[in-house]
């Protein structure tokens, strides 16, 4: 069983004060260029409890709520392209999970929200450290029987993909600019580094976002973030030279945490990781909300999770909360786009605050889970005596808090 046993271990992870939209800056309609890039971190447990869990208990998974939320949204928050970070199922031969990962992934490609993903250490046959992209028996691969090259070329954001089908590039536009992402297999060879290079090559004026699974890593702390081995083969190999690269998404690690690095132009390369699967019902439908402001100057990252306000009343609990207000969930960072990226082109503004406006939707008329009824022991006599007792806890709900 997932739900329950997966509450207690990063409660303090889900468990975070909820900003209320009335916090958020008020904007004007129409005095900024923005867009929003939704990020979707590891879904494996959605996918892998969807059957025995997730539907029986609520006739939908937090996968498909996720793309379902970023289908409808996508014209009001300026939603030009979704980015699914892998480790897309739990077990790689699981026929249900994938299934459950497909038509997920479905609400996108009906909409017509063009997307990129890319397979983690569990979405292939063979993890181990050792063996990289290059060595899979390519016919056996169910990510690639799910997830073909043929079902990415469906949108026109598709820029081609390397032997092995399993790295591609995309490109879309928005606001009059358009970028790069890069997605990588979560091992890749030394010919997908070299093909990788040579598509940054032939696109060198783009701006550029690389994804993959395994780039920067988490510390102890669960806050402080760091580059992983991975992560350091990719940033020599693609990232530190390669100027265009301004942004890296990934997942694997649990927590979240941002890396600033300075690349050797001497700017600023922004590295980003999220995943909440060891949350609350296996990450409770969180993922991200990258705001581009581009008249401003600055990139907003807001955790959200469509999950929670599709939820009927009575299953809420104190861990279901739309928005993480987080140090590393719900931030900003500067970026100058017209100085970094020679010729770029800002367009006439059309937009509001567009965090503003995600959060506005996910918590209008969101009230929560009723408050605990559980009172504090008046002393001692009201707790069961049991030889050897050396202390009692009584968990109260709230994250960090006991009684």
């Given at each position: 069983?997932?739900?329950?046993?997966?509450?207690?271990?990063?409660?303090?992870?889900?468990?975070?004060?909820?900003?209320?939209?009335?916090?958020?800056?008020?904007?004007?309609?129409?005095?900024?260029?923005?867009?929003?890039l939704a990020v979707l971190p590891d879904t494996q447990f959605y996918s892998r409890y969807a059957d025995s869990n997730f539907l029986p208990d609520y006739g939908t998974t937090p996968f498909h709520e996720q793309t379902a939320w970023i289908a409808e949204n996508a014209d009001g928050l300026n939603i030009p392209f979704a980015v699914h970070v892998g480790d897309v199922v739990d077990v790689v031969g699981q026929?249900?999970?994938?299934?459950?990962?497909?038509?997920?992934?479905?609400?996108?490609?009906?909409?017509?929200v063009p997307y990129a993903i890319l397979a983690g250490n569990h979405d292939v046959r063979n993890a181990s450290n050792s063996v990289v992209d290059t060595d899979y028996d390519l016919a056996d691969e169910p990510f690639l029987q799910t997830f073909p090259v043929e079902r990415a070329e469906a949108h026109d954001t598709f820029g081609g993909a390397d032997s092995t089908g399993l790295n591609r590039f995309s490109?879309?536009?928005?606001?009059?600019?358009?970028?790069?992402?890069?997605?990588?297999?979560?091992?890749?060879?030394?010919?997908?580094?070299?093909?990788?290079?040579?598509?940054?090559?032939?696109?060198?004026?783009?701006?550029?976002?690389?994804?993959?699974?395994?780039?920067?890593?988490?510390?102890?702390?669960?806050?402080?973030?760091?580059?992983?081995?991975?992560?350091?083969?990719?940033?020599?190999?693609?990232?530190?030279?390669?100027?265009?690269?301004?942004?890296?998404?990934?997942?694997?690690?649990?927590?979240?945490?941002?890396?600033?690095?300075?690349?050797?132009?001497?700017?600023?390369?922004?590295?980003?990781?999220?995943?909440?699967?060891?949350?609350?019902?296996?990450?409770?439908?969180?993922?991200?909300?990258?705001?581009?402001?581009?008249?401003?100057?600055?990139?907003?990252?807001?955790?959200?999770?469509?999950?929670?306000?599709?939820?009927?009343?009575?299953?809420?609990?104190?861990?279901?909360?739309?928005?993480?207000?987080?140090?590393?969930?719900?931030?900003?960072?500067?970026?100058?786009?017209?100085?970094?990226?020679?010729?770029?082109?800002?367009?006439?503004?059309?937009?509001?605050?567009?965090?503003?406006?995600?959060?506005?939707?996910?918590?209008?008329?969101?009230?929560?889970?009723?408050?605990?009824?559980?009172?504090?022991?008046?002393?001692?006599?009201?707790?069961?005596?049991?030889?050897?007792?050396?202390?009692?806890?009584?968990?109260?709900?709230?994250?960090?808090?006991?009684?």
């Amino acid at each position: 069983m997932l739900t329950k046993t997966l509450a207690i271990g990063l409660a303090a992870t889900v468990a975070a004060t909820l900003a209320p939209p009335a916090t958020q800056a008020e904007a004007a309609e129409g005095d900024r260029s923005s867009f929003t890039l939704a990020v979707l971190p590891d879904t494996q447990f959605y996918s892998r409890y969807a059957d025995s869990n997730f539907l029986p208990d609520y006739g939908t998974t937090p996968f498909h709520e996720q793309t379902a939320w970023i289908a409808e949204n996508a014209d009001g928050l300026n939603i030009p392209f979704a980015v699914h970070v892998g480790d897309v199922v739990d077990v790689v031969g699981q026929e249900s999970g994938w299934r459950a990962a497909d038509e997920s992934m479905q609400n996108l490609d009906d909409a017509g929200v063009p997307y990129a993903i890319l397979a983690g250490n569990h979405d292939v046959r063979n993890a181990s450290n050792s063996v990289v992209d290059t060595d899979y028996d390519l016919a056996d691969e169910p990510f690639l029987q799910t997830f073909p090259v043929e079902r990415a070329e469906a949108h026109d954001t598709f820029g081609g993909a390397d032997s092995t089908g399993l790295n591609r590039f995309s490109i879309f536009e928005a606001e009059g600019q358009q970028y790069l992402v890069l997605s990588l297999n979560w091992r890749v060879s030394d010919a997908t580094l070299a093909w990788a290079s040579d598509v940054l090559d032939a696109h060198s004026e783009l701006p550029t976002i690389i994804a993959s699974h395994d780039i920067i890593s988490i510390q102890n702390d669960g806050l402080t973030g760091e580059t992983s081995p991975n992560g350091e083969r990719l940033w020599d190999a693609l990232i530190n030279d390669n100027d265009q690269v301004f942004l890296t998404l990934n997942g694997h690690y649990h927590g979240s945490a941002k890396v600033e690095r300075q690349n050797a132009a001497g700017n600023t390369v922004t590295q980003i990781l999220t995943d909440h699967q060891m949350a609350y019902e296996g990450g409770n439908g969180y993922m991200n909300l990258l705001e581009f402001d581009i008249t401003n100057g600055e990139i907003k990252v807001n955790t959200v999770s469509p999950w929670v306000v599709s939820k009927p009343e009575d299953k809420l609990t104190s861990y279901d909360t739309p928005v993480l207000t987080g140090a590393n969930e719900q931030y900003s960072f500067p970026i100058d786009f017209e100085s970094r990226f020679a010729g770029f082109e800002t367009v006439e503004p059309t937009q509001t605050d567009l965090s503003a406006r995600a959060i506005e939707i996910l918590t209008d008329g969101f009230e929560g889970a009723p408050e605990s009824a559980l009172q504090a022991a008046g002393n001692e006599h009201d707790y069961v005596q049991a030889e050897g007792t050396l202390a009692h806890w009584q968990l109260t709900g709230d994250a960090g808090e006991v009684a």
